[in-house]
């Protein structure tokens, strides 16, 4: 299991927009979106391995609730976490 987790600011930016759009649609539904990508990081941090690895070196993982994907790369023991749309 890797520990180590990192958010590039892209990425970050992208949750926020999405947690913000969310919160607007519904009050709450914001932070339901943010739990999820929380279990979808957990999930990568747990089992890294698990998604099949594309063409481009990255791994994506879907988020369950909502139609987003987490996409990141395993490099020197570092889950690093690119994209979240």
């Given amino acids: 299991m890797m520990n180590s987790v990192t958010i590039l600011s892209e990425a970050e930016t992208e949750l926020w927009e999405a947690v913000a759009y969310y919160e607007q649609k519904a009050p709450g539904l914001g932070l339901d979106f943010e739990e999820e990508v929380q279990r979808a990081v957990q999930a990568i941090r747990q089992s890294p391995q698990q998604w099949p690895l594309r ?6 993982q879907l988020t369950q609730r909502f139609p987003f994907v987490v996409v990141y790369t395993c490099l020197n023991d570092r889950i690093w976490i690119s994209y979240i749309s």
């Fill in 55 to 60: 063409d481009d070196g990255t791994r994506r």
